[in-house]
């Protein structure tokens, strides 16, 4: 027995960037199995959802997600810049937290990403062993990655080890998948850093960290005697495609060309970098010339979970910093929060496009909504206009995890 979603308008995102009309999509257990001209795939006994008045999308690919402080939302507004490196990236009352709390926290931030349409998060936290079982239960593919700092003591490595050992580095036999996070350049020495990445090469595992978030952080590889952040990297052996780059928005202008010729990935997050620290990266510099993801970050400094409000901002600020409307076209960003994220993060081979042989990591927009019409141009729609309210159904690995808008019990 298969599940068919029928008649659909598809923003297949493959190599093309086809749109079909009137497409069947055949999807058997977690895969998409099939795809042709509309009522021809369906057989007796599957499951056929009608999307005749649907446009079906690869689900968001997010990035960066620190899911388990979800419910810091509204609690540091427009806050100084200073309030952020000098408080720890913490929050009133986050002592207060109990462990209850978090996983509260996280479970309910899940829900907001699969309601929004986001199928795969790259998150992060301190312990995360103990919180990824949830996000593993929530539906969602993931990489997961415990927070490594030694500023006021040896890295604890436990959780990381732990992780590895539950989920592995292989995202084709897990759908979370264990990746090591260092904090930042600041908050981690040289020596973690070097560690980080001989573990990480060791066992095929991405490296996910936050690179020049604040000036402050720049500052203090200074001291350490690096010309910069991307100095830094390349001492502990941190650049390349399996580096993932959270921000990176107090690079030198110097130092773009050297790390575009590195290769890093990026992790671009710009309401977050815009509301804390009123800035953003040259977007249009480095697509095409490193992987670039987007991501939300976390809800204190974004607040929005909102994929379809990134990509529109990311597109906006981008033709304003380029001082050119024709950059990062609307095609170009739905690849970025999509199959470039699933790139970012190792796993394009698995998810991020509408293809056969790919995994079922699928959105349907419901075109009935008014911003989905009139339908010129889905892609054009789906960057310029739609919003979370538009996600009808989403599915991951095969399974549908919302259905008509709201979290089925699957
Ligand atoms: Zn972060």
Avoid at 1 to 13: C, E, I, Y
Avoid at 349 to 378: F, N, W
Avoid at 391 to 408: F, P, Q, S
Wanted: hydrophobic share 40%; charged share 25%.
């Amino acid at each position: 027995m298969a599940l068919v979603l029928t008649h659909a308008t598809v923003a297949t995102v493959d190599g093309q960037d086809r749109v079909l009309h009137d497409h069947d999509i055949r999807i058997a257990g977690d895969s998409i199995t099939a795809m042709g001209a509309g009522g021809t795939l369906a057989e007796p006994g599957d499951t056929v959802i009608d999307c005749a008045d649907g446009l079906v999308m690869p689900g968001f690919v997010n990035t960066h997600t620190h899911a388990t402080l979800g419910l810091f939302r509204g609690l540091a507004d427009d806050k100084p810049r200073a309030f952020w490196p000098e408080g720890g990236y913490r929050v009133d009352g986050q002592d207060r937290f109990t462990r209850a709390d978090y996983e509260r926290s996280l479970s309910e931030a899940c829900s907001e990403f699969l309601l929004n349409g986001v199928t795969t998060i790259a998150d992060r936290v301190a312990d995360m062993d103990l919180f990824a079982p949830i996000i593993e239960a929530s539906g969602l593919r993931a990489s997961v990655g415990s927070t490594l700092v030694d500023v006021s003591g040896p890295a604890n490595w436990g959780p990381t080890e732990r992780l590895i050992e539950r989920y592995g580095t292989d995202p084709a036999r897990s759908r979370l998948t264990a990746g090591i996070a260092p904090h930042a350049l600041d908050t981690c020495s040289d020596a973690l850093l070097k560690e980080c990445a001989t573990r990480a090469r060791h066992i095929g595992a991405r490296i996910y960290l936050h690179v020049a978030q604040c000036e402050a952080e720049v500052a203090a590889v200074r001291r350490r005697g690096h010309a910069g952040a991307l100095a830094c990297l390349r001492c502990a052996g941190l650049t390349g495609p399996d580096v993932i780059a959270a921000h990176a928005i107090y690079l030198d202008e110097s130092e773009h060309e050297g790390w575009c010729a590195d290769g890093t990935a990026i992790c671009h997050c710009p309401a977050s970098n815009l509301k804390i620290e009123a800035r953003t990266i040259p977007l249009a510099r480095f697509v095409d010339r490193v992987p670039v993801g987007l991501g939300t970050d976390w809800t204190a400094s974004n607040n929005s979970m909102d994929m379809f409000w990134e990509m529109r901002l990311a597109a906006l600020v981008a033709k304003m910093k380029a001082d050119d409307p024709e950059v990062l076209p609307a095609k170009r960003m739905l690849r970025l929060a999509t199959i470039d994220g699933a790139r970012v993060m190792g796993i394009d081979h698995i998810t991020g496009s509408v293809e056969v042989g790919k995994r079922a990591d699928l959105v349907v927009l419901d075109l009935t909504q008014r911003e989905m019409q009139p339908l010129h141009d889905p892609v054009s729609n789906i960057v310029y206009s739609a919003t979370p309210r538009s996600v009808r159904d989403v599915l991951v690995d095969g399974a549908i995890r919302v259905r008509n808008g709201r979290l089925t019990a699957a």
